[in-house]
């Protein structure tokens, strides 16, 4: 079995030596995000079920952590891989997380163009360039494909047109 079952009990959830705290602020979900666009892409080649289950347990797993899920600058990962879930199963669950994380990100542009990776820094001009390179490229990535993504889902024969 991919995961381990879920305990609604524990807020520690983890493959073997990796675990996250899952209740605390600005919980770790990046990595969350990779493995859903792969799974997505995985069934969208494959055909393979499992790789749906698989994710559905990432979403009862997501359940449980902090709702600043939503508000942390490596969420855009995350968002990448729920737009790319959504459009592969036209859930409106998947479609809902992307859009409120995409709406969140596109709120965090500064004027200038780039996005700071708070809470490690605070404004622009603390920002070492590498950094503000890094980020904003990898920013400018997921908005270009997740609305592809999200249209996808849209036109998905499952999507409801209730995730609006």
């Known amino acids: 079995m991919l995961f381990r079952s879920l305990s609604r009990q524990s807020?520690?959830?983890?493959?073997?030596?990796?675990?996250?705290q899952?209740?605390?602020?600005?919980?770790?979900?990046w990595v969350v995000g990779l493995?859903?666009?792969?799974?997505?892409?995985l069934y969208r080649y494959s055909g393979d079920i499992s790789w749906l289950n698989a994710a559905d347990?990432?979403?009862?797993?997501?359940?449980?952590?902090?709702?600043?899920?939503?508000?942390?600058?490596?969420s855009a990962k995350l968002a990448w891989g729920a737009a790319e879930?959504?459009?592969?199963?036209?859930?409106?669950?998947?479609?809902?997380?992307?859009?409120?994380?995409?709406n969140w990100l596109v709120s965090q542009q500064d004027t200038s163009?780039?996005?700071?990776?708070?809470?490690?820094?605070e404004k622009v001009?603390?920002?070492?360039?590498?950094?503000?390179?890094?980020?904003s490229l990898e920013r400018l990535l997921y908005l270009i494909d997740i609305p592809r993504a999200l249209s996808l889902?849209?036109?998905h024969p499952s999507f409801q047109g209730q995730a609006s």
């Open 11 to 20: 807020h520690t959830q983890g493959l073997g030596a990796l675990s996250f």
């Open 22 to 29: 899952m209740h605390q602020h600005n919980p770790v979900c």
């Open 35 to 41: 493995m859903l666009r792969v799974f997505a892409r």
């Open 57 to 74: 347990t990432l979403y009862q797993w997501l359940l449980l952590a902090h709702d600043s899920k939503y508000t942390n600058i490596t």
């Open 85 to 102: 879930m959504a459009s592969v199963t036209g859930d409106p669950r998947w479609y809902l997380m992307a859009k409120k994380i995409l």
């Open 113 to 121: 163009g780039v996005w700071v990776r708070r809470p490690q820094y």
């Open 125 to 135: 001009s603390a920002q070492p360039i590498d950094v503000s390179l890094d980020t």
């Open 153 to 155: 889902a849209q036109s």
